[in-house]
């Protein structure tokens, strides 16, 4: 099975700093990784698709990178509605796999 | 708008069983592969189940297998997950969620708000 790792497990960052959080796939997955935003008591919202794919209606400063084993995934400017936790998804054959994620708070 | 609510939840003693329940609304049920994703409180989220459109196609997760079942009703618009022989590690945020693709697994771009299973003696 495909195991997939998050780093940092948490970070705080001021207002309008530039956030990276990263997700490794224990082998290659090609392109076949998403990323999610929960907010504290929320469900889960889908931010990115397929690496780097952006869904509808999400916010230019959120953008994913990579491909392979190592993603990346980058908010560019943080804002304080972006406090949240991260987790990367992949996807494949019948399987779906989550990264622990990667709580975000502000400094 | 795309709706999906989460039924079912309740307090249960370990080793008994539980049926959750999923109704979708604002778009075409039976378009989609649907999944249960878990959550414990204060933990990461944990994927359990996944079902093509059709019913076609079946998966689960390891921890869950033999004992958790995931069906569709795509004249009622409903996925349900039937949970048997109930363990203290099932306690968790129960969540319904759609898939971008019909047949194959993908991305979850909608999500209802959750159904709470504890399971306690």
């Known amino acids: 099975d495909i195991q997939m790792t998050q780093s940092p497990s948490s970070l705080s960052a001021s207002v309008g700093d530039r956030v990276t959080i990263t997700c490794q796939a224990s082998?290659?997955?090609?392109?076949?990784l998403n990323w999610y935003q929960q907010k504290q008591g929320k469900a889960p919202k889908l931010l990115i698709y397929?690496?780097?794919n952006s869904e509808t209606g999400v916010p230019s400063r959120f953008s994913g990178s990579g491909s392979g084993t190592d993603f990346t995934f980058t908010i560019s400017s943080l804002q304080p509605e972006d406090i949240a936790t991260y987790y990367c998804?992949?996807?494949?054959?019948?399987?779906?796999?989550f990264g622990p994620g990667t709580k975000v708070d502000l400094k | 708008e795309v709706q999906l609510v989460e039924s079912g939840g309740d307090l249960v003693q370990p080793g008994r069983s539980l049926r959750l329940s999923c109704a979708a609304s604002?778009?075409?049920?039976?378009?989609?592969?649907m999944h249960w994703v878990r959550q414990a409180p204060g933990k990461g989220l944990e994927w359990v189940a996944g079902?093509?459109?059709?019913?076609?196609?079946?998966a689960y997760a390891d921890s869950v297998k033999g004992r958790f079942t995931i069906s569709r009703d795509n004249v009622r618009n409903s996925l349900y997950l039937q949970m048997n022989s109930l363990r203290a590690e099932d306690m968790a945020f129960y969540y319904c969620?759609?898939?971008?693709?019909?047949?194959?697994?993908?991305?979850?771009?909608?999500w209802g708000q959750g159904t709470l299973v504890t399971v306690s003696s």
């Open positions: 969620t759609k898939d971008y693709y019909s047949e194959n697994f993908g991305w979850l771009d909608n």
């Open positions: 998804q992949h996807y494949d054959n019948l399987r779906v796999t």
């Open positions: 397929d690496a780097f």
């Open positions: 082998q290659d997955i090609a392109n076949y």
């Open positions: 604002g778009f075409t049920f039976d378009d989609y592969a």
């Open positions: 079902i093509s459109w059709n019913s076609g196609s079946i």
